[in-house]
């Protein structure tokens, strides 16, 4: 497993309460020492000061931590002013996305457009210091005009100084391969690591899914939907699908797992027990 990079993404909690609970599941979940925790960042900004907050807690714990950065919503002097911020407290990796805007929203869209000149002026803000993760779509970004207008958007971001990608969520490991394989033949070399997200309530799930166009193969949408209301079988039957899912990437010399733990410890460390990663 040597030179693959695990990592695991949070969201800001919105409570104390909430806070404290991260704070418990953050511990639990270094134990394994990941590369890096990614913490995200709202639509149009929604969860800026949370993010910070989130961000700047981890990192002064000795936590390895990469805050998402988002066009949306966002200017550049505040984009210049967060890269300042992380730079001076020494923060290392971003993962910088396009984002939504919040519904509802109209217009005030902010000064980026799309994530690749987001990336372009991190590079001319702070040249080389950070290592910038950005979006991949193994099942195309659902605003995208055609695969190959998907595809060049993701080529282009590398393009502009990405260093490394981590994909949206998926269930069918061909359409992984075969981004992979279409990256390879623009050129691109990048490293794209898998995003894994558990499945612990079927119910969240699908309605993240829809919204994100990220598929659920018939056969695990309707095997999930027979349980009804039983968690315990709907977590069973997901850990079994989703640990061969990452035993068949990682055979295929994926080059490492995010895992999307939904400010949950527990899911992401049995996969990580399951196959057998270092601890």
Request: one cysteine or more.
């Amino acid at each position: 497993m040597s030179g693959r990079t695990f990592s695991f993404e949070f969201f800001p909690p919105k409570s104390e309460q909430g806070a404290e609970k991260l704070r418990a599941v953050w511990a639990e979940l270094a134990q394994v020492r990941p590369a890096f925790f990614s913490v995200t960042f709202g639509a149009g900004g929604s969860t800026r000061e949370g993010t910070w907050r989130t961000v700047m807690e981890m990192h002064r714990a000795g936590l390895p931590v990469a805050p998402h950065i988002s066009c949306m919503g966002t200017t550049r002097a505040e984009v210049a002013r967060l890269l300042h911020d992380y730079r001076q407290a020494g923060v290392k990796r971003l993962v910088a996305l396009r984002g939504d805007m919040p519904s509802g929203a109209a217009g005030g869209a902010g000064d980026f457009q799309y994530a690749n000149e987001l990336v372009a002026f991190i590079r001319a803000e702070a040249g080389d210091w950070f290592h910038i993760e950005v979006a991949a779509y193994p099942e195309y970004h659902p605003q995208s005009r055609s695969p190959a207008d998907d595809l060049a958007n993701f080529v282009r971001k590398v393009d502009a100084g990405a260093n490394s990608a981590i994909t949206q969520y998926f269930y069918n490991a061909d359409a992984y391969f075969r981004l992979v394989d279409a990256a390879r033949a623009a050129g691109c070399e990048v490293p794209i690591v898998p995003g894994i997200m558990p499945i612990t309530n079927f119910a969240q799930l699908a309605r993240f899914s829809d919204a994100c166009g990220a598929e659920i193969p018939r056969w695990i949408r309707l095997k999930l939907a027979s349980f009804g209301d039983d968690r315990a079988s709907i977590q069973a039957y997901g850990l079994d699908v989703v640990t061969e899912l990452c035993e068949r990437l990682l055979a295929a010399s994926a080059p490492g797992l995010h895992f999307y733990t939904m400010n949950q410890a527990r899911p992401t460390l049995e996969l990580w027990r399951r196959l057998g990663l270092p601890r």
